[in-house]
């Protein structure tokens, strides 16, 4: 049995692990508490009755009490203020009126335990929540910026990487450009808005000036290479040494064969598979076309000889300049604006460019009510 039902109907408290009797209907009391009310009651007898054998309890929580308990008032819901009672829900010692017992919470009345909500105030539940979506708010408009940024910079990266390994500037890596820019402003906006595609829109220009500008200085760099081996293949190659006897009736021999073939007339290789590109030396030259350039050479003059070679020298250095003047003017185009040098197809690649940023960056909206 629990201790609830073991609550004492005189003093309402708890009987267990002491003397205590029961009848009939299960209702407990402490030994001591039924044999001072039996005493009361008899010595109330006493005085208009006359004296009557001693009640024999019996032992401990035998049946034969009931008779005993069952002249006692029955329990009732309304109890006079002041008397105790048990706790329906944890057997303690309360007061008849109280309603709600302070050690369990139960209700006296239903004998239904009270139950407690803890609610936070709203200021404590929402303080953070209000802070962090504050928070929120605030970074939210730079993360299509950043988005759109890391994207431009990486398709101007790959721009400029790709002119510089092939040597080509290929315009059409410019739409490439305002791609990545669209797909980081959407990425980082939550799929894309009109502020992240208007954001994807002026990064994708910014990057795509910047990478045209980074080809350029490549390209520049690449011209000053050329110019460099130019002076250098001067300096070192073409010169008078260079042009010897055997180069300039090689030279002679060339002149032979040209003339030929603007006449029509045949030429007889030494070859079949040997043709004038392929020709080094005198042997892979026709027999007849090397005895007609040794003719030529050997007609002439010791000074003729020397005249014609430094000519040959004065028409490679000529050629040499002339290349060094258009390097020159490339340099000077490709060092200035990007505004400046813009062509059609470049118009053209950006304006790809930025539609496909705008696209991306908002979601798909373009064109969209």
């Known amino acids: 049995m629990s ?78 203020a002041g008397i105790r009672a048990a706790c329906p829900g944890c057997g303690a010692s309360i007061s008849s009126d109280t309603v709600i017992c302070m050690s369990c919470g139960c209700n006296t009345k239903t004998g239904r335990g009270a139950k407690t909500k803890v609610v936070k105030s709203k200021s404590a539940k929402s303080g953070p929540n209000i802070a962090a979506k504050a928070g929120s708010l605030a970074i939210a408009p730079f993360l299509p910026i950043i988005g759109a940024v890391i994207g431009g910079a ?44 208007a954001v994807a829109v002026v990064v994708a220009l910014l990057s795509i000036i ?14 000053q290479e050329f110019q460099q081996e130019i002076a250098s293949d001067m300096e070192e190659t073409y010169t008078l040494d260079y042009f010897t006897e055997d180069d300039v009736i090689l030279g002679f021999a060339d002149d032979i064969i040209f ?7 045949p030429i007889v290789w030494p070859s079949e598979d040997m043709t004038w590109e392929d020709a080094m030396w005198p042997d892979d030259y026709p027999k007849d076309v090397i005895a007609q350039a040794n003719e030529q050479w050997e007609e002439m003059s010791e000074e003729e000889q020397l005249d014609f070679r430094q000519a040959r020298v004065d028409e490679m250095q000529q050629i040499a300049d002339e290349v060094n003047d258009i390097i020159a003017e490339e340099m000077e185009t490709a060092s200035s604006s990007v505004l ?24 798909g909206s373009f064109g969209e009510e």
């Open 259 to 265: 003339d030929r073939e603007d006449r029509g007339l």
């Open 210 to 223: 910047t990478g045209k500008t980074i080809v350029n200085e490549i390209y520049v760099e690449q011209l």
């Open 340 to 363: 400046d040098n813009l062509h059609p197809f470049d118009a053209l690649w950006a304006l790809l460019a930025l539609a496909a940023a705008w696209q991306l960056g908002s979601g």
């Open 154 to 197: 990486i398709g101007a990266a790959v721009w400029a990487a790709i002119a510089h390994f092939t040597g080509y500037e290929i315009g059409y890596v410019a739409a490439g450009v305002g791609t990545v820019c669209g797909i980081g402003a959407a990425l980082t906006s939550g799929g894309g808005n009109a502020w992240a595609g």
């Open 3 to 80: 201790q609830i039902e073991k609550a004492c109907v005189f003093c309402a408290k708890s009987c267990a692990g002491q003397p205590r009797i029961k009848d009939a209907q299960g209702n407990y009391a402490h030994k001591a508490c039924a044999e001072q009310y039996e005493a009361k009651k008899q010595a109330k007898q006493a005085s208009a009755l006359p004296p009557e054998p001693a009640l024999d309890l019996g032992p401990e929580e035998e049946p034969e009490m009931a008779a005993f308990l069952d002249d006692l008032p029955a329990p009732s819901d309304e109890q006079p």
